[in-house]
């Protein structure tokens, strides 16, 4: 089997069992018993291969807002209570992304199909009666694979470490599960009336994969035209910041335009 196609993946259309699992896990997330922002509640949501922890603390800070999301926690992945990441903001995910596209443009795309394809469940089980990120073995060695070249690359190009692949991947599906009981909670139960379907998980997860891919077309063309600056495409870059600013960080490319970016991997 060529090695592209262990993460080929079709365009997602969704299907009824896709919102069915959504809403499990609302329920689930909504079960979880809370503490306070000074005594969090820590819920173990998976031990992966190296030890580490992917967890919630509950409640999370967005819970004290003026204007609280009231079921909001707060994501984590670590060992020993020490969380990996703590910081991890929209910049930071994008930052560690984009490092990836500059260390390797193949390796980028492979990274943003598996974001693509954690998005929608592809690679989740039913274990335990609960919906969790659990890759085949075939596909976790993969993954390693990957993490082993861009371990190399990290300390190349940027001169220091970050967090693995897989501990990535298990992160942004805490986000996405977060962003779902947020946006689709009412009175304790899974409801997608207010909000679109797509608002939650899959925009936060189409944006993470959507805008990097838009940065990275404009550092391309610097890297093409670094020796005519006359010919570097600014507008690039402003399109993209206008966007942004105005939807307030969320930027989900169709997917007819993310198949475009991400061939031969990601297919009709």
């Keep these: 089997m060529p090695e592209y196609q262990i993460i080929e993946t079709k365009i997602f259309r969704n299907t009824k069992e896709y919102q069915f699992q959504r809403e499990q896990r609302i329920?689930?997330?909504?079960?979880?018993?809370?503490?306070?922002?000074?005594?969090?509640?820590?819920?173990?949501?998976?031990?992966l291969p190296n030890g580490k922890e992917t967890y919630f603390l509950k409640p999370g800070k967005e819970t004290?807002?003026?204007?609280?999301?009231?079921?909001?926690?707060?994501?984590?992945?670590?060992?020993?209570?020490a969380s990996e990441t703590d910081s991890f903001s929209f910049d930071v995910i994008w930052e560690y992304l984009l490092k990836i596209s500059i260390i390797n443009q193949i390796t980028f795309k492979k990274v943003l199909v598996l974001l693509y394809r954690l998005c929608y469940f592809i690679d989740h089980k039913e274990i335990a009666k609960?919906?969790?990120?659990?890759?085949?073995?075939?596909?976790?060695?993969?993954?390693?694979?990957?993490?082993?070249?861009l371990k190399d690359g990290f300390r190349d190009k940027f001169k220091k470490d970050e967090i693995g692949l897989l501990e990535f991947l298990n992160f942004v599906d805490l986000?996405?599960?977060?962003?779902?009981?947020?946006?689709?909670?009412?009175?304790?139960?899974?409801?997608?009336?207010?909000?679109?379907?797509?608002?939650?998980?899959?925009n936060t997860i189409?944006?993470?994969?959507?805008?990097?891919?838009?940065?990275?077309?404009?550092?391309?063309?610097?890297?093409?035209?670094?020796?005519v600056i006359e010919n570097i495409d600014i507008k690039l870059i402003l399109s993209t910041m206008q966007t942004l600013s105005k939807s307030r960080g969320i930027y989900a490319l169709p997917h007819s335009k993310l198949q475009e970016y991400l061939k031969p991997y990601l297919i009709d």
């Design 27 to 47: 329920i689930e997330a909504v079960s979880f018993s809370s503490g306070t922002i000074e005594k969090q509640k820590k819920h173990i949501i998976s031990i």
């Design 64 to 81: 004290i807002r003026t204007n609280p999301n009231i079921y909001d926690m707060f994501p984590n992945v670590g060992k020993d209570n």
């Design 130 to 149: 609960k919906i969790r990120y659990s890759p085949s073995k075939e596909l976790l060695d993969y993954i390693d694979k990957i993490d082993f070249s």
């Design 175 to 202: 986000l996405g599960w977060n962003e779902d009981v947020k946006y689709h909670t009412v009175n304790n139960q899974p409801n997608f009336i207010n909000y679109g379907k797509n608002v939650g998980r899959i």
């Design 206 to 227: 189409l944006s993470i994969i959507s805008v990097p891919l838009k940065i990275n077309d404009f550092l391309d063309n610097i890297i093409k035209n670094a020796k």
